[in-house]
T-cell receptor, first 112, second 115 residues
Framework: GQQLNQSPQSMFIQEGEDVSMNCTSS?????WLWYKQDPGEGPVLLIA?????ELTSNGRLTAQFGITRKDSFLNISASIPSDVGIYFC????????????FGTGTRLQVTL | EAQVTQNPRYLITVTGKKLTVTCSQN?????MSWYRQDPGLGLRQIYY???????DKGDVPEGYKVSRKEKRNFPLILESPSPNQTSLYFC??????????????FGAGSRLTVL
């Protein structure tokens, strides 16, 4: 099955820094989702994007749906220790969960 | 509290010894799914179910079985586990959506080690 490539695979940053990560696909999607997995927990939805070019914020998080529909970006501003975790992108073509494709994940570590 | 509950959370077993990981949701969701998470590979879908008695293969179904006899339960069965099934497993559920995103609710995960 298809997988989405996320970059970077991991990152170590200092508290207060901004973070950028992206997700690319060889095929188009109609919906992009970003999930966060805290250590020892299951993924939780952060942001959902429904339209090419859409820019959506959720607190310090901002995500964008690429205009080619083959990529998406997530930015975290002024990182804090609780931002630690694995961030997954997911693409959806036809609105059914059975067709949800997850990315390989970006592991974020925040140092004080 | 609305949640997806998986058991066991941790399990160490030996090759060939059948095991079942249970998954239960209390949200009356039609859709349920199993994923495995491996380093560098992200989340890969094993099996999913659109409703009771309806199941289908995901991307990596080999070596696994599922059943959906009741709406709330979706157990994952490893008839003869092998070391390459050592992984972190997640169960997830959602309503069947219309156009737009489908919000999956995940369980806390089950870490399985097969020796």
């Amino acid at each position: 099955g298809q997988q989405l490539n996320q970059s970077p695979q991991s990152m170590f940053i200092q508290e207060g820094e901004d973070v950028s990560m992206n997700c690319t696909s060889s095929s188009i999607f109609n919906t992009w989702l970003w999930y966060k997995q805290d250590p020892g927990e299951g993924p939780v939805l952060l942001i959902a994007l429904y339209k090419a070019g859409e820019l959506t914020s959720n607190g310090r998080l901002t995500a964008q749906f690429g205009i080619t529909r083959k990529d998406s970006f997530l930015n975290i501003s002024a990182s804090i220790p609780s931002d630690v975790g694995i961030y997954f992108c997911a693409g959806q073509l036809d609105g059914t969960a059975s067709k949800l494709t997850f990315g390989t994940g970006t592991r974020l570590q925040v140092t004080l | 509290e609305a949640q997806v509950t998986q058991n066991p959370r941790y399990l160490i077993t030996v090759t060939g010894k059948k095991l079942t990981v249970t998954c239960s949701q209390n949200m009356n969701h039609e859709y349920m799914s199993w994923y495995r998470q491996d380093p560098g590979l992200g989340l890969r879908q094993i099996y999913y179910s659109m409703n009771v008695e309806v199941t289908d293969k995901g991307d990596v179904p080999e070596g696994y079985k599922v059943s959906r006899k009741e709406k709330r339960n979706f157990p994952l069965i490893l008839e003869s586990p092998s070391p390459n099934q050592t992984s972190l497993y997640f169960c997830a559920s959602s309503i069947i959506p219309g156009p737009g995103a489908n919000v999956l609710t995940f369980g806390a995960g089950s870490r399985l080690t097969v020796l």
